[in-house]
């Protein structure tokens, strides 16, 4: 039987656009659940990253911590979700994944091994945190030349927004 990873980078409507801690996120609801009538219907369970600080809502937590006694991993995708994660510094970078990681470990019950940088985001800093949480894997390291496009588009996308300058400084990042 061949053995295939379904990855979900849980980049919440929430975090996007701003909006208030105990906003009911539809991607946690009506989104996942459409998700879910997949996975049910065949089967697979799915690795779900989540941003850190969208766990501070309770109704998004108990969402996540059925989804993870259904059987799917739970995964760590930073904390709040900087594109620019690579660029900070080392003890910034450590608070990012770690936070996410400690919240993650309290609601599931279960360290998690897997992690998704923001924006594929990669760094020796990055590295040796996952390293130190005893981490299996990261799937941010993205080889293809598809990433080029990728970012250029998030460079349009985002123009007048919060997160324009940071994807800007990911240039040497990208490269």
Known sequence: MNKIAILIHFDSLGEVYRFPMQFKDPSFFQAMDRFL????????????????????NKMHVEKVKQWSEMGHEIGNHSWSHREDLS???????????????????????????????PGWTHSSDIYNTLISLNYSYDVSVFPSWIFF???????????????????????????
């Open 149 to 175: 496009l990728q970012y250029l588009f998030w460079t349009v996308n985002f123009i007048g927004t919060h997160k324009h300058k940071r994807v800007l400084l990911r240039g040497k990042d990208i490269i």
């Open 87 to 117: 660029l900070l510094p080392k003890t910034e970078v450590h608070r990012q994944i770690s936070k996410t990681h400690e919240i993650i470990a309290s609601i599931t019950g279960i360290e998690p091994k897997g992690f998704a940088g």
């Open 37 to 56: 009538e997949f996975s049910n219907q065949d089967k697979f369970p799915y690795s779900i990253y989540f941003i850190g600080k969208d766990l501070r």
